[in-house]
């Protein structure tokens, strides 16, 4: 089976740095997704880490440690735009993913 | 084409009636996957394809809900007496790979079309 979690709400001051957790345990590991979705919107890919270490593209970082089971989004210089859900997925043999309960992000002025 | 389309983008059904739902993957995607997000965040796999065939159907109810996908026309999901509780935003995504060993970066990166909202009254 699987199980996957992040917090549920986050809240940050723009201009800030965040940081979003997810741990997973699952059986076979390929990879780890980060989403991101705005409000009435479809997810769109941020990330995709499958060797433990830091990935960075831009504002956003992607973080994943296979032996803890445990990867982390970083978003630096928040800016009001970042208001979002972001989504921790991990892919089956197969491909299809299973998700996370996304973690809602509040960027305060 | 170069995105995932999907129609109609939003759908009132009344208990019991029919529900069809289109979407036209990525042109070169052989992989198509329907996902249902009930909640604000809470997203199901129902089913995947490989080109026609099903993949995997395993997140399917199956007395209710079909899909097909067949050339040269976008994919489909029926949903047969629609249930109050099939009110949710249902998404497709399309991708190229399958495989169980990453190829690239992105191998398993999939593109998701914008929804529909099915909305049973």
């Known amino acids: 089976g699987q199980n996957i979690d992040q917090p549920t709400e986050m809240t940050a001051t723009e201009g800030a740095i965040v940081q979003i957790n997810c741990t997973y345990q699952?059986?076979?590991?390929?990879?780890l997704f980060w989403y991101q979705q705005h409000a009435g919107e479809a997810p769109t890919f941020l990330s995709y880490?499958?060797?433990?270490g830091l990935e960075e593209k831009g504002r956003f970082s992607s973080f994943l440690s296979r032996s803890k089971g445990y990867s982390y989004l970083l978003l630096k210089e928040l800016q009001m735009k970042d208001s979002a859900s972001y989504l921790c997925?991990?892919?089956?043999?197969?491909?299809?993913?299973?998700f996370g309960q996304g973690t809602e992000l509040s960027v305060k002025p | 084409g170069e995105e995932v389309a999907q129609t109609p983008k939003h759908l009132v059904r009344g208990e019991g009636q029919k529900a069809k739902l289109y979407c036209a993957p990525i042109k070169g995607h052989s992989y198509v996957f329907w996902y249902q997000q009930v909640l604000k965040n809470e997203f199901k796999f129902l089913i995947s394809?490989?080109?026609?065939?099903?993949?995997?159907e395993t997140g399917m109810p199956k007395e209710r809900f079909s899909a097909k996908c067949l050339p040269n026309s976008p994919c489909s999901l029926e949903i047969q007496a629609t249930k109050l509780e099939d009110s949710a935003v249902y998404f497709c995504?399309?991708?190229?790979?399958?495989?169980?060993?990453?190829?690239?970066?992105?191998?398993?990166?999939?593109?998701f079309g914008p929804g529909t909202r099915l909305t049973v009254t």
């Open positions: 699952t059986s076979g590991f390929n990879g």
């Open positions: 880490n499958v060797l433990d």
């Open positions: 394809f490989q080109n026609e065939n099903v993949f995997d």
């Open positions: 995504a399309s991708s190229q790979f399958d495989t169980g060993f990453s190829t690239g970066t992105n191998s398993y990166e999939q593109y």
């Open positions: 997925a991990v892919p089956r043999i197969g491909g299809k993913l299973i």
